[in-house]
């Protein structure tokens, strides 16, 4: 039974954890399996084969990892760097600050390059710092793809042609948490070295399986990193996949198989195509929000999220006080603003297995909700506006034709 009952379903509207479709909760109702029996290695094989191109990337080495996002990030670094080895890192909003707050305490050189949040990554500091290093002290720039906190997106292609351009060898670490098989991502195409993800996002799991891909490049690096890690070493990983067990400690088996039903349902979909549904969530719910005479965090369109918004109030508004109200009156959950923008924006998620009408839901409840705060907004107008833009852009379903 629900800890806290409400008829119907919770419309759930945070930046992930996310919807899990029906197939992917059918998937993993089943028992426990002894996972050095033939089956088990055999799923292992498919599902790593498979994830290779939700990162696009035929090189890449990918690693399951029981663990979350965070402990993705902890694998990423700690294999490919040596303490206290120079790092370019990106600081734009909360993730971003938590990561850097993770190289830190495992002693790495962090060189920080801040931005007022609601702004992307400052790449013209970047350039500076790649252009006079050349005794290659910066051995990685590390960089958050899509910041949940304030639904900023980089230009991750900027990046590479950057490293490209100065020649410079630094190993580039991507956290794709929130924007892999959701946005558009290319990791041979943009030269990324470690891409990481977390099964709660876009993928439309529960939360409990990082996802990392190691390109051939960090693979070496990873053979002379000098920081301490057992749990996440890859060296493990890699001689189990060798041996054909795929597994150096126990996996969770009904993760396992939620994965191959979640990534069933994208490939049925198509990998563009779902980032193309993205696409017009994001575009529907700014429209939205401008409707309504509200800012969005992300203050140039270049940087727009198509996961995440995150919605500026007024100052006499405690953007708290909206999420609170619609968890308590119309069972929807929203994203609270973080740190800096703590009672500042509240954020509206519109990623992983999620349609178009489940957002025009969304989109009225805030409404509402708004109203019952003391905003003067016109009750149908953001919906209104993302109506209008949806029925001319929603494609036919294919299976259905």
């Given at each position: 039974m629900d800890y806290v009952y409400a008829p119907g379903r919770n419309h759930l509207f945070v930046p992930g954890p996310v919807n899990i479709p029906e197939p992917v909760i059918r998937a993993m109702n089943r028992n426990n399996e002894d996972y050095r029996a033939p089956a088990i290695p055999a799923l292992t094989k498919t599902l790593l084969e498979d994830v290779k191109k939700i990162f696009k990337t035929t090189t890449g080495t990918p690693f399951l990892i029981p663990t979350t996002g965070t402990g993705a990030w902890e694998s990423a670094l700690t294999n490919t760097l040596s303490p206290g080895d120079r790092i370019v890192s990106f600081l734009i909003g909360q993730f971003s600050l938590l990561w850097i707050d993770q190289q830190q305490r495992l002693n790495f050189n962090v060189d920080v390059i801040e931005s007022e949040w609601g702004q992307g990554a400052n790449l013209d500091i970047l350039a500076s710092k790649l252009a006079v290093d050349s005794a290659h002290t910066i051995k990685a720039i590390c960089i958050v793809h899509n910041e949940t906190a304030t639904g900023v997106t980089n230009n991750l292609s900027a990046v590479r042609r950057l490293l490209d351009e100065y020649r410079h060898p630094a190993l580039l670490l991507v956290d794709g948490v929130s924007s892999i098989c959701a946005l558009d991502f290319r990791m041979d195409e943009w030269g990324i070295d470690v891409a990481l993800t977390g099964s709660q996002k876009a993928l439309s799991l529960p939360t409990?399986?990082?996802?990392?891909?190691?390109?051939?490049?960090?693979?070496?690096?990873?053979?002379?990193?000098?920081?301490?890690?057992?749990?996440?070493?890859?060296?493990?990983?890699?001689k189990f996949y060798k041996m054909g067990t795929f597994w150096p400690y126990t996996p969770s088996i009904q993760l396992l198989y939620g994965l191959r039903a979640a990534l069933d349902l994208i490939f049925e979909e198509g990998l563009d195509n779902v980032i193309e549904r993205h696409s017009r969530l994001g575009k529907a719910t700014r429209l939205a929000v401008e409707a309504w005479g509200l800012k969005n965090c992300t203050q140039k369109d270049e940087w727009f999220s198509d996961t995440v918004t995150a919605v500026v109030v007024p100052p006499y508004i405690d953007s708290s006080e909206i999420v609170r109200r619609a968890w308590q009156r119309y069972n929807l959950s929203l994203g609270l603003g973080l740190n800096k923008v703590a009672g500042k924006v509240f954020r509206i998620g519109h990623l992983g297995h999620l349609n178009e009408l489940q957002l025009m839901g969304c989109l009225a409840g805030v409404e509402m909700i708004l109203k019952d705060v003391g905003y003067p907004v016109k009750l149908g107008s953001g919906v209104a506006a993302a109506s209008a833009y949806l029925q001319n852009n929603i494609p036919m379903i294919p299976s259905r034709i």
């Open positions: 409990g399986m990082g996802i990392v891909c190691a390109s051939p490049k960090a693979i070496e690096a990873s053979k002379t990193a000098k920081s301490v890690r057992v749990f996440f070493d890859w060296k493990d990983y890699l």
